[in-house]
């Protein structure tokens, strides 16, 4: 049994989430991490008194070194993020198949209920405010298709149009699983 068939979703970075968001979400965190790479490098070449800060010149040029390699790390992760996202945005592939289930879906739903209890459930508070479940959902879309079954996360407005038993075809990026229509 493979793992996102225990689970019901693939885990993958990114599963199911639109390509657009991906790039733009990328390109704002990268632009971010730039700032901070240049900051970091302005603080190394001098060119930013940190004597103001009441920090020695040599503790502050290891922090900044320090911060523009942990930006340098993210950045690259964003340009990751764009990359995929560019690629699922020009490559698209068609799934046909029998809807089998569809089904909403809970952030480790896949324990047993009483560990979800323990974890998740936080009753109320010394103040008699309510602690309950506040997990994100998601639905889940399960075809039967001549591969086998397969699933993705779909949004509800796709989810609204489509019943267990029809038959659909799906417009899915293959490598983060987005669904961008259904016919």
């Keep these: 049994m493979k793992a996102d068939e225990l689970l019901g979703r693939r885990i ?14 990328g390109v704002v965190q990268g632009v971010v991490a730039g700032f901070l790479i240049y900051a970091s490098i302005q603080v190394r070449n001098g060119a930013v008194d940190v004597g103001a800060f009441g920090a020695e010149r040599s503790q502050a040029e290891r922090i900044a ?8 790390v993210f950045l690259l ?4 993020r764009v990359v995929v996202g560019l690629l699922d945005l020009v490559m698209r592939r068609t ?3 029998t809807v089998i289930g569809l089904a909403e879906r809970q952030y480790g739903d896949v324990l047993p209920p009483i560990l979800q209890h323990f974890i998740w459930s936080r009753g109320t508070d010394e103040n008699g405010y309510s602690r309950q479940d506040r997990r994100r959902t998601r639905v889940q879309l399960t ?21 267990e038993g029809d038959r659909v075809r799906l417009t899915v990026s293959p490598l983060i699983g987005y669904v ?3 016919s």
Aim: hydrophobic fraction near 45%; proline fraction near 4%; charge should be positive.
């Design 180 to 182: 961008s229509d259904v």
């Design 65 to 72: 070194l320090i911060v523009a390699l942990l930006a340098s």
């Design 77 to 80: 992760y964003c340009l990751l």
């Design 143 to 163: 075809l039967h298709t001549k591969a086998g079954v397969r699933s993705w996360t779909v949004r509800q407005r796709i989810a609204n149009r489509v019943a």
């Design 12 to 25: 993958r970075p990114w599963w199911g989430k639109s390509p657009y968001r991906l790039i733009t979400q």
């Design 95 to 97: 799934v046909e198949g």
